[in-house]
């Protein structure tokens, strides 16, 4: 029996969907088949919850494989799904897909209204909820994904990964910025196998999954989320699919309407201590980050390294 020696990490609305199946046809690699287990983040929703069941999504890998994963995209944010990784693989290696928070707050909403999880479909208002939230009030009804609705800490990108680098090490953590996949995904696809050990299958076709979508009737959605919830409390289990396949007929591709300026400040502002201790554990400058629409300039060569004193953690996500 096989286990995962790398995991995808995170973060959510970061291209961790295309990554996947990008790794996953590679003939060397096998990704779990189910995407977001979760099975390590004890502090939130598990989608898997018993080691038997966990390693059973193992039981195809082979000795033909040479490297084994699996991708859960609150792993990062999670306060206790690193260490209870490294306790089950001390040896795990980690990928973090990275992207502007600025940009992935309100692509991280968007995709809890899709998910049926946010009843607030205005941005701007979901985003002024977020302390009555952490409180436990203004909580959509039937929703478990309470530390998904604060999106100033689910972003914050910069103080996820310096907890992962200073318990995992920064060589074990590899990580891939969006900017960059999306200019080159080659480059970034060659980068990943060279950090997994295993030979370039010579891909040149780098197709995108899980872009933009929007809602036809977003009232269904919540009623079909609200429905769900409520069989799943009473412990029907009818295996019908109806709730996926009217999700997917309720939802179309479409990108997100552009937010007011003043709206674009809240998170620019939130982020912005953030987004300067990213840049400073990637030896990156990202302060183009901070500008509307600029994506981050292209790493500059590697340097000799310097050490230097830990940078205090900043904002904690919530369990």
């Known amino acids: 029996m096989r286990f995962p020696d790398f995991f995808i990490v995170g973060a959510p609305k970061c291209g961790t969907t295309s990554l996947v199946a990008w790794l996953a046809a590679h003939p060397q690699i096998f990704m779990a088949p189910v995407k977001e287990p979760h099975f390590f983040n004890t502090d939130d929703r ?6 038997a069941d966990y390693a059973a999504l193992f039981r195809a890998a082979g000795d033909g494989h040479a ?29 973090v897909l990275l992207r502007n928070p600025v940009e992935m707050a309100p692509a991280l909403h968007a995709e809890m209204v899709l998910s049926g999880h946010e009843n607030v479909r205005d941005f701007r208002r979901a985003w002024d909820l977020q302390d009555e939230r952490r409180a436990g009030r203004c909580l959509p009804p039937f929703t478990w994904a309470q530390r998904r609705l604060l999106y100033g800490e689910a972003c914050a990108l910069g103080a996820q990964m310096q907890r992962l680098v200073s318990v995992a090490g920064r060589a074990r953590v590899l990580a891939i910025v969006l ?22 299958d010579g891909r040149q076709d780098f197709p995108v999954h899980n872009t933009a979508r929007a809602l036809r009737h977003p009232i269904l959605t919540r009623a079909l989320f609200v429905a769900s919830q409520v069989k799943n409390r009473a412990g029907l289990d009818l295996h019908l699919g109806l709730w996926e396949r009217l999700a997917r007929a309720n939802t179309l591709k479409a990108s997100r309407p552009p937010l007011t300026v ?17 840049g400073d554990i990637l030896e990156r ?4 980050w ?24 900043g904002c904690m996500p919530i369990r």
């Open 262 to 278: 003043e709206t674009v400040q809240l998170p620019r502002d939130h982020f912005h201590a953030d987004i300067r201790l990213l």
């Open 67 to 95: 490297a084994v994963g699996e991708a859960s995209v609150w792993y990062l944010s999670s306060a206790a799904a690193i260490g209870n990784i490294l306790r089950h693989r001390p040896a795990a290696r980690f990928i």
């Open 179 to 200: 900017d960059d996949m999306a200019a080159d995904p080659r480059q970034e696809y060659r980068r990943a196998l060279r950090f997994l050990g295993v030979a370039d």
């Open 46 to 51: 598990q989608g898997v919850t018993t080691l």
């Open 285 to 288: 400058d990202l302060r183009p």
């Open 290 to 313: 901070l500008a509307t629409g600029q994506p981050a300039p292209a790493p500059a060569p590697p340097r000799r390294r310097i050490a230097r004193e830990p940078v205090p953690i």
